[in-house]
């Protein structure tokens, strides 16, 4: 059985590696891209990045894969 902290593991990498979906749907819907920060992509970008590194430090693969 899967314990608890692996679910919410997976659930936070996959909530984070999906959070820049509503900005690109509006971009390809609306094709403006004005309104895009670069900073969201940057800081996405650091944030899974940490999450790669903190699931390599703890040896945990649902945080590493995600």
């Not at 659930?11 to 900073?39: D, E, F, R």
């Not at 790669?52 to 430090?57: D, K, Q, R, S, T």
């Amino acid at each position: 059985m899967t314990d608890l902290k692996t679910i919410i593991g997976v659930a936070a990498g996959v909530l984070t590696a999906i959070s820049a979906l509503p900005q690109i749907v509006k971009v390809l819907k609306t094709k403006n891209v004005k309104a895009v920060s670069p900073v969201t992509y940057v800081v996405l970008l650091a944030g899974n990045g940490m999450w790669v590194w903190y699931g390599i430090l703890l040896d945990d693969l649902p945080i590493t894969i995600t």
